[in-house]
């Protein structure tokens, strides 16, 4: 006998079966899951209590890098980015001068916590973004995508520019 839906007995555990793998399958094509236990110094984890992201990024660790940031740049891949480092946790601006596309700016303390997300900067606008008084990193990524993921202060950056001994999320130290 069908149910009122059509479905006969002994179908309703094929289609949770199949629900949940059409859930998985939306759900991870909205954001990169961290699945990789290793750090380098090219790529960012994030993680907060609704999600977690991977970035692959470029680093800017001098003041010429800093300077010229993501600016005359036309794309920038959906899971790039620019991780911005700092010799010691400061008080930090950002503007959009020079700078063509939208982008999400995230500002994380010496300890890899979030402290500031400023979504979608406008492309050539000179306001200054305040950051955070203490900031050690920024994490520039195409705008909007901070708000699509959920990412939000209080998440963790794995990276080993955050020391192993402090950090909320400190990279595994291989003992081989």
Request: hydrophobic share 45%; charged share 20%.
């Amino acid at each position: 006998m069908k149910s009122g839906l059509g479905i006969l007995p002994g179908q309703t555990h094929s289609i949770r079966r199949c629900l949940a793998t059409i859930l998985t399958i939306l759900t991870l094509g909205l954001h990169t899951p961290v699945l990789a236990s290793e750090c380098d110094r090219h790529h960012v984890d994030l993680r907060w209590p609704s999600g977690s992201v991977r970035f692959t990024v470029e680093i800017a660790d001098t003041n010429e890098l800093r300077s010229q940031g993501l600016m005359f740049r036309e794309t920038l891949p959906r899971y790039g980015g620019m991780l911005f480092l700092f010799r010691r946790a400061q008080p930090v601006s950002f503007w959009m001068k020079n700078t063509l596309i939208p982008l999400d700016m995230v500002f994380l303390d010496r300890r890899g916590r979030v402290v500031t997300v400023h979504e979608n900067a406008v492309p050539h606008d000179r306001t200054a973004i305040f950051g955070g008084k203490k900031v050690l990193a920024v994490l520039e990524i195409n705008g909007g995508l901070a708000g699509k993921l959920g990412l939000v202060p209080g998440a963790e950056m794995r990276h080993p520019a955050f020391a192993a001994d402090i950090a909320h999320w400190a990279c595994e130290v291989s003992t081989n």
